[in-house]
Structure formats: C-alpha cells, structure tokens
C-alpha cells in the first residue's frame, strides 16, 4: 500500500470521527465536516429554510423603524442613537450577557432632512448677493420673519424690498498736521451699506428639520459685508451645534416614548460587532 491510499485512509477515519462528534452538540446551524482540509462546512443553504432569521431593515421613516422594532422586539434588543448623524440603529438580536445573540439583525432609521432644512444649511454662513439672499427669502417666505433691532417683526415684503434695493456709501476722510520738526497725515475711509427701506436686523426661520421632528425656529444673524463693490450678505444660524443637540436627544426621546411598552432599551451612541 502506498503512501497516497495510506493518507487517503486516515483522511476518511478523521472525517468521520469529527463528523461523529458534531452530532452530539447542540448547534444552532448545522455543519459538516469535509475532507477538504477538514473545513467545517455551513449546510444551511441546502435546507429548505434558514435556521433563525437575521437580515438589514434600512428606513427614512420614524414610524416604520419603531413599527418593524416592535414586530420583532425580543429580550436584550438594543437601539442605539447617534445624535451627530440624527440615526438609530436597533440591533435586535443583541441578546445578554449570560444569552449573547449573533447581533446581525438589525434595523436603521436615518433621518431624512427636509427641504426647507438644507436649503438653510446650503445658505447657512455663505457670502450671499443682494438677489440671491432676497430670492432665498422670497422662495421661503412662508417659513421666513424679519426683525428689527428690538426684535419686532417687520414687514417682510419691505424686508425683501430693502434688500434689493441696498447700496455701498463710501467716504473719505484727510487730515494733515505740520509742526516745526514733525509732520504727519493719515487717511480715514468708511464704508456704509444702504436702504430706502429699513434693512431687518435679523430673521427667523422656522421650519420642520427632519421627517418626524417637530418645527423649530431658527435665529439667523443678519450681517452685511460693505465693501467699494457691491455689497456681500451673510445668513449664519445661532447655536446651531446646541440645537443639533437638543434635535439628536429629540429623536432618542421620540424612539424610547414611542417604545416605552417595548424590551428593547434605548441609549446614546454607536454600536460595532
């Protein structure tokens, strides 16, 4: 007998020892061992099902997430909620410390924002012309209020007129001084934006961010950038980055409200297997 039928012999006797063993364990996927290496071999693609269900549910939706959590909430699921990308990931099959799961049936709720919303962002801080600030107004003015100095609201028609219509006053000022052993001279120039109309202070932008999300109103500091040219306008939003917060601790409120009656347990943060 050969060395090569000597191999193939015991190959065989190995196979079946080991494949002996695996069917005394209790294993959630059955498995077979194959003289291919002695790799152990995944069957479940041949049954006619698969042993326990796991998969990726992706949704815009606040309802449907909260929805497909509770037709399959079970003990140790967890929703994690990232307030910084205003997404929430349920990782349904966690399971606990003493029972842990496979953690690869999950479900993600990525908050869709809305038109009104990344319109100001896109304008958010950017040096804008006279018409292109009175045309983001004009196109949103029913989510748009003008405010005066002492934060009364303003015609918002004059508002978008005042814009339009502003101009650049430039003026020069020469002073000269001539002593016995000195002389100086110095140069003043100011330049002042301009309205017929009275320009607004500051406007207020209110509108629904994200899908599910209750509206907010956004405060936007109204600054004009004077130059010899023609004048540069500015929108910029206050406390944007407390806002996003206080709109990330919304979300995670709406998920655990909404699953109050739920096991699953909903916290702040990211989750990786």
């Known amino acids: 007998m050969d060395k090569s039928a000597i191999e193939q012999i015991q190959q065989a006797q190995t196979v079946e020892a080991l494949n002996q063993d695996l069917t005394t364990m209790d294993l959630a996927v059955p498995v077979l061992a194959a003289p291919d290496n002695y790799t152990v071999h995944d069957l479940e693609s041949k049954l006619p099902g698969r042993v326990r269900y796991r998969g990726k549910f992706e949704t815009r939706l606040p309802e449907s997430f909260i929805n497909y959590c509770a037709d399959h909430d079970v003990v140790g699921a967890v929703c994690f909620v990232d307030p910084e ?13 003493d029972s842990p799961g496979h953690a690869d049936f999950t479900a993600t709720l990525n908050m869709k924002q809305t038109a009104e919303f990344v319109s100001l ?5 950017q040096r804008l012309s006279q018409r292109k600030l009175a045309e983001f107004v004009e196109d949103w003015q029913h989510c748009v209020a003008a405010l005066d100095a002492e934060g009364k609201p303003v015609n918002l028609a004059r508002a978008i007129m005042a814009i339009r219509e502003m101009s650049i ?5 020469r002073e000269s001084e001539v002593g016995d052993f000195r002389g100086s001279r110095s140069a003043l120039e100011s330049v002042e934006a301009k309205s017929k109309h009275e320009l607004p202070n500051a406007l207020v932008f209110t509108c629904v961010p994200y899908n599910g999300l209750k509206a907010r109103d956004f405060e936007l500091r109204l600054s004009v950038l004077a130059s010899k040219e023609d004048p540069q306008l500015t929108i910029r939003i206050k406390r944007l980055e407390a806002i996003q917060e206080e709109m990330g601790k919304e979300l995670a409120d709406l998920i655990e409200d909404a699953g109050s009656d739920l096991d699953m347990s909903v916290t702040i943060g990211t989750f990786q297997k």
Do not use: D, Q
């Open 121 to 125: 962002l896109e304008h958010n801080g």
């Open 169 to 173: 006053e430039a003026n020069s000022k």
């Open 85 to 97: 990308r205003m997404n929430a990931v349920a990782v349904l099959n966690l399971g606990t410390e």
